[in-house]
């Protein structure tokens, strides 16, 4: 079955960095797209990024973008969300989700999440 | 950047009622809109997608609607393990949330 697991939160300083993964089995995983979601305490739900299915390609949401950078390592079936210059603001729950096409699509499957806390 | 509008914010109803989320997108997005389930402290789970296709495994009393900007999500008779967190996804573009329809039992 698809699991997808997420690491690497916790509490960290502003202006720190972070990086969190993501873990993914059960899917033959250089087939799809791979996005970031987060969700602050109490808020909806926000894209964060996306990576294609090859790792060619890479976006992000505009509040993130020059800070955060996405990747991918096929040999490890794993995702990666590297965060500098972290804010107060990136405090959230970040999920990994699995679209369904190569880049993007629906997200069929998503991650348990990983509590960020960005706080002196 | 697509703009998702998701209405009401907030829906109380009784068990057995019916229930319409509505979402409109701020262009057309060619039909690529999800509708998601979030229940406290868990990841979203995917309902519909495509606007109007039933996901694996979901119950036949969600369904969804709409073409174009203007899209609807329906409970045709809300059961107790529907309280949650409803959101709609476009996809034509980069993705866009909207702002979540939180639903209660009346």
């Known amino acids: 079955q698809v699991q997808l697991v997420e690491s690497g939160g916790g509490v960290v300083q502003p202006g720190r960095s972070l990086r969190l993964s993501c873990a993914a089995s059960?899917?033959?995983?250089?087939?799809?797209?791979m996005h970031w979601v987060r969700q602050a305490p109490g808020k909806g739900l926000e894209w964060v990024a996306v990576?294609?299915?090859?790792?060619?390609?890479?976006y992000y949401a505009d509040s993130v973008k020059g800070r955060f950078t996405i990747s991918r390592d096929k040999s490890k079936n794993t995702i990666y969300l590297q965060m500098n210059s972290l804010r107060t603001e990136d405090t959230a729950v970040y999920y990994c989700?699995?679209?369904?096409?190569?880049?993007?699509?629906?997200?069929?499957?998503w991650g348990q999440g990983t509590l960020v806390t960005v706080s002196s | 950047d697509i703009q998702m509008t998701q209405s009401p914010s907030s829906l109380s109803a009784s068990v057995g009622d019916r229930v319409t989320i509505t979402c409109q997108a701020s262009q057309d997005i060619n039909n690529y809109l999800d509708w998601y389930q979030q229940k406290p402290g868990k990841a979203p789970k995917l309902l519909i997608y495509d606007a109007s296709n039933l996901q694996r495994g979901v119950p036949s009393r969600f369904s969804g609607s709409g073409s174009g900007t203007d899209f609807t999500f329906t409970i045709s008779s809300l059961q107790p393990e529907d309280i949650a967190t409803y959101y709609c996804?476009?996809?034509?573009?980069?993705?866009?949330f909207g702002q979540g329809t939180r639903l209660e039992i009346k």
């Open positions: 990576i294609s299915y090859d790792g060619t390609n890479e």
């Open positions: 996804k476009q996809y034509d573009n980069l993705p866009t």
């Open positions: 059960g899917f033959t995983f250089n087939n799809y797209g």
């Open positions: 989700a699995k679209a369904t096409g190569y880049l993007n699509g629906d997200f069929d499957y």
